[in-house]
Each structure stands twice: as structure tokens, then as C-alpha cells.
């Protein structure tokens, strides 16, 4: 950040006593007013040192810019699990801009999350422009649907059911109760989702609410197959739209979990199915969800307001993170990366064998790529292709044929995808 100015503004740890000036400088940073009871819900997240804070030094009771992480699992390609350092709660007051607070505490929060053995740390960029430079790409894909249903024709009738199976409307309480085993057993199957820390199920039932935001309660339900399992559910809320006589409302769906394709149908059958609802809005869907296929006329699955980059991720420990995934064939290729910051600084061997196991080393031979930090960080999660990035200058082709062959390694059977803000 090299034309900031420098800023003796005191940066630290704070305690859990200066959680609401914390909280209030959260509030101004995102442009929002504050809430006097904020303090409680940041209590549920509080965990010491974790909760960085800038203040001023001409007041030192003003706290001026934020920075939050948390330890939690992301899934990876294959079905395994990295330890990552989940980034949040970021900003920087206006009057306190160009200063390199957040260069300051984004290095003292790497640096913790690597001594803690954390291989990759994640987070959701505001704006695209700022953590590039902090070797975080782009690696997960929000891709949202508005479907008309009658212009649609529904779901054919020739999908997979479940034999056996029922859907039942669950109480807040119920969905408490359920929700966070299922998807315990659903975030193993998909590359990029997160763990749900228990608060998140407190919030989405409204136990506990996110301040300035009014909560209300919506429809939730869940499916069983014939032993009585749950093994999916769905929640969402409905407009009340009418077009003089003639109902016009819209299904807005918050979560969609389905354990498989069988479970998948029936939910979406039942939101295909509600009273007066002629629009199905589903927020954030996965890249490759098959749900507009399994309509009657495909082309009636519009793209939706969040159709864009979501998660971006930066590789801390590259023996580590590259290990724990799996791979589409097996071959060997050798990445020189660059990297400012150091963490993944020099040239990697890539050595997958065929199972689809990988292991990732430092060495002396000739490199096929050359890339930045925050593409390999794209490509960690199958996010991305080598050829598209090699087309987009961003990755330097230094053999001939090199990505093509390098991109069968990470390619992935299904794209990456994070439901959950964090």
C-alpha cells in the first residue's frame, strides 16, 4: 500500500469490556447506525485475541478500525477437511483511510493463523480490489435464480423421488434442533463450504438477533426418507403481492440443504407448490446445481441478484493445504509463485498420484507456471481454470501446453461454493 501515509494509532487485541466501542466502530465501518444491545450478540462470538482494534491516539477510547477472525473447517476438493482462519468484521473508519491499519492488522492476523497451523484463511470481499494485494483470489461462486413458475412449467415428472420419503413443516425450535447435524453431513460433499458455528443457528431462528437487522420468522421444513432420517431441509419466506385480484407473490429462499438428488426434488417441489407464489427467488444457489435442468422449460431459470465472486481464499501453507485435497488425474507440474508477503514465496512440485492423492514440495526444476498468490489461491478450490487465467494474463504459460495439462490435475467434479456469509 505503498502511497499510505504512516498512523501511530494504537493496534491490539481488545477485551471482552470494549466489545461495545468495538462494536460501534463495526457499525460506522459498514455504514450502518449502532445498536445499544450489539454488544450482546458479539459476546456470543467473542473469543480473546481475536478481535483486533485500532485507536486513536489522540483518543484513546475511539476505536477506528476493526478486524475479527475465527478458526473454522472448510471442505475441500475430496471430501476433506483444512483447518482455515476465517476473516470478518473488517474496516476502517473515513477518517482513518490510507494509514495501513489494515495492512497492519491483516499481517498480525496471518502470521497468528499460520503459528496456529491453519493451511488457508478465507473471507468475503467487500470490494474486489482490496485483498488481491494481500495474496487472497477469488475461490467460491454465488450464482442466484429467479424462476417464473408457470412460464417455467415446474419440475418434470420424470425426476428422482424418494420412496418412502415426507415433507414436514418444523418450528424454529425443531429446526434448531435438526438443522445443524444435517449440515454437519451435507458440508463433506461440497468443496468451500464452512462449519456453522452454534450461533448461526441461533440467528437463523431468531434465539438471537444480529443487530440492526429485524428479524422475522420464516417458513422452514424439512425432508425424511422412509427410516424417519432427516436429509434435507429448506426455509424461506413469502411476500403477500397481489396484482388487484390476482395473487403475484415471490418465494425467497434462505437455505437448501439436500443430503441427495431424491430429497433436492422434493423440497423443490413443495416451493413450486405454495399458494399464490407465481416467482421462486433463490439467493445463492451453487454454480452447478442441477435445478434448472430439472425444470420443463430451462431457459425460465433467470440469473438472480447474486450471480458473482463470494469466498476468496489465500494459501498459507502450501505442503499442507495442497495435501489435503484430491486430485482429477494423476501427473506433475511446477508452480514458481510469487508472493510479496512470503507465505507461499518460490517454486512447488505438484506430484499427483493416480488415486487422485497429492502432494505439493519445494524444487530446483525448471517451472511450467509462473502465477501470483492470489491465483493460486483461485485455483486451490477448483474455482477457477489455468487456461481461462492464462487468458486473462494473470497466470504466464512458461512451457507450452503446460495449463491444459496442470488443469486436468486440479480440475474438480463439482465447482466450489460457500452458502454462508461469515
Known amino acids: ?8 494509532s494504537d493496534i491490539r487485541y481488545i477485551t471482552e469490556e470494549e466489545l ?10 459498514f455504514l450502518r447506525p449502532h445498536v445499544a444491545d450489539g454488544t450482546e450478540f458479539r ?8 478481535f483486533q482494534g485500532a485507536f486513536d491516539p489522540f483518543d484513546p477510547n475511539r476505536c477506528v ?3 475479527r477472525s475465527f478458526d473454522t473447517e472448510l471442505t475441500v476438493p475430496g471430501g476433506d477437511t483444512v483447518r482455515a482462519d476465517a476473516i470478518t468484521g473488517v474496516t476502517v473508519n473515513s477518517t482513518h483511510r490510507r494509514r495501513g491499519l489494515l495492512s497492519r492488522m491483516m499481517t498480525t492476523d496471518l502470521a497468528d493463523a499460520h503459528r496456529r497451523g491453519c493451511p488457508v484463511a478465507i473471507l ?7 485483498y488481491g494485494r494481500f495474496g487472497f483470489g477469488p475461490a467460491t461462486v454465488n450464482a442466484g435464480l429467479r424462476i417464473d413458475i408457470q412460464e417455467s412449467g415446474g419440475l418434470r415428472a420424470d425426476l428422482p423421488e424418494s420412496p418412502g420419503g415426507r415433507v414436514d413443516f418444523v418450528t424454529m425450535a425443531e429446526l434448531r434442533e435438526l438443522g445443524p447435524d444435517l449440515h454437519e453431513r451435507w458440508r463433506r460433499s461440497q468443496p468451500g463450504a464452512i462449519a456453522r458455528k452454534p450461533y448461526w443457528w441461533r440467528l437463523m431462528t431468531g ?13 422452514a421444513a424439512v425432508h425424511r426418507d422412509a427410516s424417519g432420517t432427516v436429509t434435507g431441509l429448506i426455509v424461506y419466506r413469502l411476500d403477500d403481492n397481489w396484482n388487484g385480484p390476482v395473487p403475484n407473490c415471490t418465494l425467497t429462499v434462505g437455505d437448501f440443504l439436500a443430503l441427495d438428488a431424491p430429497t433436492a426434488v422434493a423440497l423443490w417441489r413443495l416451493a413450486f407448490s405454495v399458494d399464490w407464489v407465481r416467482t421462486v427467488d433463490v439467493g445463492n444457489l451453487a454454480p452447478d446445481d442441477p435445478l434448472p435442468l430439472w425444470l420443463n422449460d430451462p431457459r425460465m431459470a433467470r440469473p438472480g441478484r447474486e450471480n458473482a465472486d463470494f469466498t476468496w481464499l489465500r494459501v498459507l501453507d502450501v505442503p499442507a493445504a495442497f495435501a ?3 486430485y482429477g488425474t494423476g501427473g506433475r507440474t511446477v508452480l514458481e509463485v510469487s508472493d510479496r508477503h512470503g507465505w507461499t514465496e518460490g517454486r512447488w512440485a505438484l506430484e499427483v498420484a493416480p488415486d487422485g492423492a497429492g502432494r505439493c514440495t519445494r524444487t530446483e526444476d525448471p517451472a511450467d507456471l509462473a502465477l501470483g498468490a492470489s491465483q493460486l489461491g483461485s485455483l486451490y478450490l477448483g ?3 489455468l487456461p481461462r487465467l492464462v487468458a486473462g494474463g494473470l497466470v504466464t504459460e512458461l512451457r507450452p501446453g503446460a495449463a491444459a495439462e496442470a488443469d486436468l490435475l486440479l480440475r474438480t467434479p463439482l465447482r466450489s461454493w460457500n452458502p454462508d456469509s461469515f
Do not use: C, H
Open 1 to 8: 500500500m505503498g502511497n499510505e501515509r504512516g498512523d501511530n
Open 124 to 130: 468475503i470481499a467487500a470490494e474486489y480490489n482490496i
Open 383 to 385: 474455482a477457477e481454470t
Open 43 to 50: 459476546r456470543l462470538q467473542f473469543e480473546p485475541n481475536r
Open 207 to 219: 434465539e438471537a438477533t444480529l443487530p440492526g437487522f429485524d428479524w422475522k420468522e420464516p417458513f
Open 324 to 326: 489435503a485435497r484430491r
Open 20 to 29: 461495545s466501542v468495538w462494536d460501534r466502530a463495526v457499525a460506522r465501518g
Open 65 to 67: 478500525a476493526t478486524f
